[in-house]
């Protein structure tokens, strides 16, 4: 069994938990394009929102190295209608 999402339809984004090192303040959720930031008791951030292909994923990966930040792990969750709230255009 993979844990790998199915393929099915390439036209709708997919939405991704990127979590990070340490707290980020919520003033840092229109830098990354809207995400969802959920401060997590162990200390780390986690990013959620959908996510349009993978030049958006690596736009946002490139914002967390620019800030300087530590990334601790980028999964895959679920493809998301395309009118949600967050989508990187």
Known sequence: ??????????????????????????????????????????????????VVDQAALFGLLKKVRDLGLQLVSVSPVEHGPADQPGLKK
Do not use: C
């Open 1 to 50: 069994m993979s844990n790998e999402l199915e393929p099915t339809n390439r036209d709708q984004p997919v939405v991704y938990q990127i979590r990070l090192k340490g707290h980020l303040g919520s003033q840092w959720a229109d830098w990354f394009g809207g995400l969802t930031i959920t401060l997590e008791a162990g200390g780390d951030t986690l990013l959620t929102g959908p």
